[in-house]
């Protein structure tokens, strides 16, 4: 992972720049060519074929970082010939300089979010460690649930990205009325579609825990899980829209306090607190622990209305430079 870590940084930095410009295509391909590359190595490398020694977990590894470089090279290689049309490109490594005023923002943007990623994981991680306490059979059941329910999860996920994107690019042109326009919209439609790919969820849920060996109670409580997942889905699709609103007027604090300091002031304790004094069973336990998502699911909506995040960081940071300017002459 260590060795991986550089590209995969410099792919994020490329992507994102290029979905902020409304070129999403691109890093998808690059992404998926990547996951195809690590797939087909994972094979050969794993298992010792196509005259390859087999190098088990090793090739694992070699696997996946090679897979980074290839979608690395792709978006870099392909943005860089395209330099016409992605005009940041030009003059890109000119200089590594970063004026002082770009750099404390970036930082007083940043570490809001950096700490909020941070905290929300240790919230999660904190969270299985809970619900843990009730028995492997739910450890196990899970990991199953999380990791099928994922697979749908993605859709109210990457419709994150879209709204950062589109709000954020209305926000860059000083059209508040149009950014808050786009904001509803993508909520709305966002709510429709996970309320559609939910009751899909839910209707496979009974299914789908048999692609594993594992015991009769474990695929009961799987499908239980996954069942809450996809009650919740509608509801934390509004979350998940209403966070990256936030976020895309450089409310970084607001969304911290909005994403990882509810999660730590009221849904851990909340949870911490149904498991080890009560003595509900778990199927019940589980979706109880989850209303407090609807908590969020309110105060995320009351947020957007309120309009408070519709600011142009783009502009501030551009009048910071010029005044740096100023003084500098």
């Given at each position: 992972m260590l060795w991986g870590l550089l590209p995969f940084c410099l792919s994020q930095v490329y992507g994102g720049t290029l979905r902020e410009m409304g070129e999403s295509l691109l890093p998808m391909i690059a992404s998926l060519i990547g996951v195809f590359t690590n797939l087909c190595l994972n094979y050969i490398l794993i298992y010792g074929?196509?005259?390859?020694?087999?190098?088990?977990v090793d090739g694992a590894a070699i696997a996946t970082v090679i897979s980074r470089f290839v979608e690395l090279v792709i978006i870099v290689v392909y943005a860089h010939k395209n330099s016409a049309k992605y005009r940041f490109i030009k003059g890109l490594y000119r200089t590594f300089k970063i004026p002082k005023s770009l750099a404390l923002n970036i930082i007083k943007k940043g570490i809001p979010l950096l700490l909020n990623e941070f905290f929300w994981a240790l919230g999660m991680t904190t969270l299985t460690q809970i619900f843990s306490t009730r028995g492997l059979n739910v450890v196990a059941a899970l990991n199953i649930s999380s990791t099928i329910s994922n697979m749908f999860n993605v859709i109210f996920i990457s419709m994150g990205s879209a709204v950062a994107v589109m709000v954020g690019q209305a926000l860059g042109a000083n059209d508040v009325p149009r950014a808050k326009q786009s904001a509803w919209r993508l909520i709305f439609f966002n709510f429709g579609i996970c309320i559609a790919v939910g009751a899909i969820l839910f209707a496979l849920s009974?299914?789908?825990?048999?692609?594993?060996?594992?015991?009769?109670?474990?695929?009961?409580?799987?499908?239980?899980?996954?069942?809450?997942?996809?009650?919740?889905?509608?509801?934390?699709?509004?979350?998940?829209?209403?966070?990256?609103?936030?976020?895309?007027?450089?409310?970084?604090?607001?969304?911290?306090?909005f994403d990882s300091a509810y999660t730590w002031v009221i849904f851990v304790p909340f949870s911490y607190v149904l498991t080890h004094f009560t003595g509900l069973d778990i199927v019940v336990l589980y979706p109880l622990c989850y209303m407090a998502d609807v908590i969020k699911c309110i105060i995320g909506i009351i947020v957007v209305k309120s309009g408070y995040w519709a600011h142009n960081i783009v502009a501030d940071a551009a009048s910071a430079r010029n005044i740096e300017a100023d003084e500098s002459v």
């Open positions: 074929k196509l005259g390859f020694p087999a190098l088990g009974p299914i789908l825990p048999h692609i594993y060996k594992t015991s009769d109670d474990v695929m009961r409580l799987a499908t239980r899980f996954m069942q809450t997942s996809a009650v919740y889905m509608a509801v934390n699709a509004i979350s998940h829209c209403s966070y990256f609103t936030i976020r895309s007027g450089g409310k970084t604090f607001i969304t911290f306090l």
